[in-house]
């Protein structure tokens, strides 16, 4: 059971990227209509799996999350409070915990015009960790590019930028986990070339 989504009217939206273990059968196995899987002929990678995501999306926010990672319970409480409070900002995140191969905890700026010039260095929020406000995507036809690889939510923010404000709030709601098998742990010897690129 799901009961926030009878609090807020949340729709659980889950595209299956080509699983081959049984990740389907289970969800299938749930009755509740407001949970929709979206099933993708193959895989195809993050940025189009996203893109698919963003095309189905019909709330006024949205939050993403990877199959792996876990949620503190009143994330989307606390983030959805945040964004009916502050309709100027159209992504807003949260402090971050590491876990997995390695543990450390990411801590994000208050200031919105600091988490912007952050952008220069690194991301200024966390992807994983952030509600996003829809409407700036649909009015702005903002969506993931394959552009620069392994960089699909830098490249989102700096597009996001142009067209709203930032914010995060101080809890730690988001829970990371790092494996060897993450892209950001494979590709990590060349995040400064793909940075500076």
Known sequence: QLPLMDVFGIDLLIVDDGSTDNSVEIIKSYTDTRIVLLQKEKNSGIVDTLNVGLEHIKT?????????????????????????????????????????????????????????????????????????????????????????????????????KDYTNFANIPDILYHYRLLDHNSSIKNHHTLLQRYRE
């Open 60 to 160: 006024r926010y949205f939050i993403r999350m990877d199959g792996d990672d876990l949620s503190a319970p009143n994330r989307i409480e606390l983030l959805y409070a945040f964004m009916e409070n502050h309709p100027d900002t159209g992504a807003c995140g949260s402090n971050m915990v590491h876990f997995g191969t390695a543990t450390h905890t990411t801590n994000y700026s208050l200031d919105p015009d600091k988490i912007k010039a952050r952008l220069i260095f690194n991301g200024g929020l966390s992807h994983a960790g952030s509600i996003f406000r829809t409407k700036i995507f649909k009015d702005n036809g903002v969506r993931y590019s394959n552009d620069h690889p392994y960089m699909e939510d830098y490249h989102l923010f700096l597009t996001l």
